[in-house]
C-alpha cells in the first residue's frame, strides 16, 4: 500500500463510526451463527416494529437534546401509560380501543403536566 492509502485506512480506523460498523456487523455474525432464524423475514419485521415505536420516542428525545434540555421522564410515562391500559383491559374487561385512548390521554396528561412545570415553573427537566 501507499502512504496515502495507509493514512486514509489508519484515519478511517480511527473514528467511532467505523469501529461501531465493524462491532455490529461482528454481533451480526455471532447472532446467525448461535441463531440460524436470525437474518430472516420475519425476524427484521418483528425488530423494525419494535424499532418504530421507540423511533416515535427518539425523535421527541432528540428534540429536547438539540435544545440542550435532558428529560428522562419519557420512560415513566410509557410506563403509566401501559400500565393503565393493561389495568383496564385485563381487570376492567374494557374495551382496547376505548382503553387505547383512555390510556393515551393519560400519558398526554403527564406530559402536559411535565412540560408545563419545565416551561412555566422553570423546573429542571431533569426533575420532572
Do not use: H, P, W, Y
Not at 469501529?19 to 427484521?44: D, E, S, W
Not at 435532558?70 to 376492567?92: A, C, Y
Request: aromatic share 8%.
Amino acid at each position: 500500500m501507499k502512504n496515502g492509502a495507509r493514512s486514509k485506512l489508519k484515519a478511517l480506523t480511527r473514528q467511532n463510526e467505523f469501529v461501531l460498523i465493524i462491532l455490529i456487523v461482528a454481533l451480526c455474525i455471532i447472532l446467525q451463527n448461535v441463531n440460524q432464524g436470525f437474518f430472516t423475514v420475519i425476524n427484521f419485521r418483528t425488530m423494525s416494529r419494535g424499532f418504530a415505536i421507540k423511533g416515535f420516542a427518539l425523535i421527541g428525545m432528540a428534540f429536547l437534546l438539540i435544545t440542550g434540555m435532558f428529560d428522562m421522564s419519557i420512560g415513566s410515562v410509557m410506563v403509566l401509560s401501559g400500565f393503565i391500559f393493561t389495568s383496564l383491559v385485563s381487570k376492567n374487561n374494557m374495551n382496547v380501543n376505548l382503553a387505547l385512548l383512555i390510556a393515551l390521554a393519560g400519558g398526554v396528561g403527564v406530559g402536559l403536566i411535565n412540560g408545563l412545570m419545565v416551561t412555566k415553573l422553570r423546573v429542571n427537566a431533569f426533575i420532572t
